[in-house]
């Protein structure tokens, strides 16, 4: 359970915005949004490949 402590005289819109900094950090939507739809193991190994080589590519590419 996500607790946010306010402070007196704390705008509601802040509190809010904090409450929506911890519910991201738990990466509970994360979680959510990638259990709806199965993925092979074999595709998701392939994407990550994918993904290091740009990122190399990236890095390569600043020098």
Known sequence: MIV????????????????KRKYEKTGV???LRSRQAFIKPSV?????K???VYVQQLHENED
Do not use: M, P, S, T
């Open 29 to 31: 939507v994360k979680e």
């Open 44 to 48: 998701a190994k392939r994407k990550q």
């Open 50 to 52: 994918q993904h290091a």
């Open 4 to 19: 946010v402590q306010l402070k007196e005289g704390e705008n509601i819109e802040r509190a809010l915005k904090k409450f």
